[in-house]
């Protein structure tokens, strides 16, 4: 029994002493040991198998009569066992190693940190003379000051808690026009192709664009201008002013304040999607067309199939240029460019993209070389933070155009030099259809609804046309007809031959088509309104009439084309260049 304990004993005090060993050796502390101890034990319990199975070297014996002198260096060195082996290098060569372990440590994460740091100065240089390039008129800088304003605006948004205010946020609505245009040195280089109003409503988290197009005629009578849309930024360029008198314009049309423009051009729009490695779209019907616009008014062939596909930057272009090919003309290149433009969205925001600083830079420089804007770093920064807010999946759109019989414009010319110009004009003669629409964008159910309502009401109208012009009250009663939807409209033959001014209506005190008599105030702007018993009078059975004046008369007196004139003049590569000749900066 005693002996039994005194083994025990033994036992413990030689596991004391390896512990105490161990700890100095590794240099480590009694907890550390301790959090490994039960791999430790197990370790040396094989160990000590390991030992007692192991025999020790034995040596030969000396030859007789030889005697070979060892010194204390030559010595055998005493038998190690694996318990041994694995805890016998010095503490020396230990803290040698993590010295050596410390330097490679140290060198890996300066090299890191200067490539970190070379990389964000690149991007600050990127960003700075990006930023500077996309103001409408760019100012001289140095590498230096770009560097400087680049990392400003990377550095900002850590240092800046809420998000910068956009222009028309307070008021729930903020709009910008988007406009894209030929490349800098080629025919026609400032002429817009694209015109499309891109609108935020906060409230609801919704997107709506309202597409415009270019054949649009404008008349800003505080400009002294009438022209096309699509050559009012020629004129804003050719002035150096910006994007000033396409906003006015836009907004004569829309009764929307543009608070903001951005313009593209071909290479730009290219170079984005081919920085991006392409874009991915779903084509919703083959498109052939062996007349699509090449340079220099050529001509040259596009074919896609449906289906998806990823395109690449030449390929996109032609995708959202092309409209002679689609039944749905405008309204069908309208859809196919909201649908590269979220795709690029979807892509630019995904983490391949976000994590591949050439593409990054890539990106920063097409659109640095190829975008103007008005909106500064701060309000650039701040409408990306918001976009992830918007619900993009589910974008109202809107396409103004002449090619149905229920579209708000017709086809029309004007003498522009020796040629007559087709041109674009509202159906009402003024801009209050398209104003509602621009309205109601996010609620297009209202207009629906208020045309069930007319349709509902079936007033009876009578035209009396005192204009001096004999073919406006024709032209009125055919428009209310066939466009407009009501279906009860006389034209009166007993018309006083005076003519005036001021378009006049009337409206019966026991009417109750009070959705149609406001739908004819506003859609020709008729302010002289008067409601009049009319039991005692001719117009006894009468809910609405009204006297043509010479205002309303004038309005719609333009000549009406055909959708298909406009196309033939499209094709027409003669009759393009004289009008690219008229509408050059030096004749604007």
């Not at 067309?289 to 090449?294: A, K, L, M, Q």
């Amino acid at each position: 029994m005693h002996s039994t304990v005194f083994w025990f004993l033994k036992k413990k005090n030689n596991a004391r002493n390896q512990e105490q060993e161990i700890r100095e050796i590794l240099d480590i502390t009694s907890a550390e040991y301790h959090a490994h101890s039960l791999i430790g034990k197990i370790s040396l319990f094989l160990l000590d198998s390991m030992d007692s199975l192991r025999k020790k070297p034995r040596h030969k014996p000396l030859a007789a009569g030889r005697y070979i002198p060892v010194s204390s260096a030559q010595a055998t060195p005493p038998f190690l066992g694996p318990r041994e082996q694995i805890f016998a290098f010095p503490p020396a060569r230990i803290s040698q190693s993590k010295r050596t372990l410390s330097r490679k440590l140290a060198r890996v994460i300066l090299t890191i940190g200067l490539l970190l740091l070379c990389l964000f100065g690149y991007f600050s240089w990127k960003v700075g003379q990006a930023t500077r390039l996309l103001d409408p008129t760019p100012s001289a800088s140095t590498p230096f000051a770009d560097t400087l304003s680049g990392a400003g605006s990377l550095i900002s948004p850590l240092t800046e808690r809420e998000q910068f205010p956009l222009l028309g946020e307070s008021e729930g609505r903020t709009n910008i026009l988007l406009l894209g245009k030929s490349n800098e040195h080629t025919a026609g280089q400032h002429l817009t192709d694209t015109i499309m109003v891109a609108s935020l409503d906060f409230e609801r988290k919704k997107i709506a664009l309202l597409s415009l197009p270019r054949d649009l005629y404008v008349t800003l009578p505080e400009l002294n201008l009438s022209a096309k849309i699509n050559s009012l930024y020629q004129y804003d360029v050719k002035n150096n002013t910006g994007a000033d008198t396409i906003k006015v314009a836009v907004s004569e049309i829309t009764n929307l304040p543009i608070h903001y423009f951005a313009v593209v051009d071909y290479d730009g729009f290219s170079g984005v999607v081919d920085a991006l490695g392409g874009v991915s779209v779903y084509v919703e019907r083959d498109l052939f067309d062996p007349r699509f616009p090449g340079p220099n008014y050529s001509y040259e062939t596009f074919d896609i199939k449906r289906g998806w596909h990823t395109l690449d930057g030449k390929t996109a272009l032609k995708y959202v240029r092309e409209r002679h090919a689609d039944p749905e003309g405008d309204f069908g290149r309208a859809k196919r460019q909201h649908d590269v433009l979220l795709a690029l969205r979807n892509k630019a925001f995904s983490l391949k993209i976000l994590l591949n600083p050439l593409a990054i830079g890539n990106v920063i420089e097409s659109l640095s070389e190829h975008i103007r804007t008005d909106l500064s770093p701060k309000e650039m920064r701040s409408l990306v933070a918001r976009a992830e807010e918007f619900d993009t999946k589910n974008i109202s759109t809107a396409v103004l155009d002449a090619w149905k019989k229920t579209s708000l414009l017709r086809v029309s010319h004007i003498p522009v030099g020796p040629i007559a110009m087709f041109i674009l004009l509202p159906r009402t003669g003024n801009w209050s259809e398209t104003r509602e629409l621009a309205e109601n964008i996010f609620d297009i159910e209202k207009i629906e609804e208020r045309k069930r309502l007319i349709v509902e009401e079936s007033a009876t109208i009578v035209l009396r046309n005192q204009s001096g012009i004999p073919s406006a009250g024709k032209r009125l009663q055919t428009l209310l007809l066939e466009d407009l939807g009501m279906k009860k409209v006389k034209l009166s033959d007993d018309t006083p031959k005076n003519v005036i001014m001021d378009t006049q209506l009337r409206a019966s005190t026991g009417t109750e088509s009070i959705t149609t008599l406001d739908e004819l105030a506003q859609k020709f702007s008729i302010r002289n309104i008067e409601r009049k018993d009319f039991t005692r009078t001719e117009d006894g059975d009468t809910d609405i009439v009204i006297t043509i004046g010479k205002d309303l008369a004038q309005r719609l007196s333009f000549e009406e084309n055909s959708p298909d004139d406009i196309r033939r003049s499209e094709n027409d590569v003669e009759y393009q260049k004289k009008i690219h000749d008229l509408l050059a900066p030096s004749n604007l």
